[in-house]
């Protein structure tokens, strides 16, 4: 009789433990994660913060240089001062590299030719500064 009581318990045991676990797997299946898409926005002072930041990473380097020339790659007389202090601060930026420096200033040059000898200049003086 003991016997019985102790197999009927653990067969209960493990008819519940068995339903459990069916729940659980099935209640994970049936949800679905929406993927959560970044709402930030980037404006430019944002964007230049980043690469005004020595701790940025050349991946978020090269992001923010990708966002502002592909969204604020035109220079006006109001913005020509910002984009020359920003060109120098990325030319001495301790995680730049070439490459990256002179896709700025290519682009930037190519976009606004009549701020070219403004862009030579602010480049010069920030390889002058690094080094």
């Given amino acids: 009789m003991i016997t019985a009581n ?7 045991l493990l008819f519940i433990l068995i339903v459990l676990v069916a729940l659980y797997v099935w209640s994970n299946k049936s949800k679905t994660v929406p993927e959560t898409v970044p709402t930030t926005i980037e404006t430019f002072e944002s964007l230049s913060a980043i690469i005004k930041n020595r701790s940025s990473s050349a991946r978020e380097l ?10 604020f790659g ?3 007389s109001h913005t020509v001062g910002k ?3 920003l060109l120098e601060e990325l030319c001495t930026h301790p995680r730049t590299d070439s490459k990256l420096i002179l896709r ?5 040059r190519t976009n606004n030719p009549t701020y070219a000898h403004d862009i030579e200049k602010s480049l010069a003086l920030g390889l002058a500064q690094r080094g």
């Fill in 6 to 12: 102790l197999i009927l318990t653990i067969a209960g």
């Fill in 62 to 71: 090269n992001h923010a240089v990708e966002m502002i020339l592909s969204h």
């Fill in 74 to 76: 035109t220079i006006t």
């Fill in 83 to 85: 984009y020359k202090l």
């Fill in 104 to 108: 700025f200033e290519k682009t930037l």
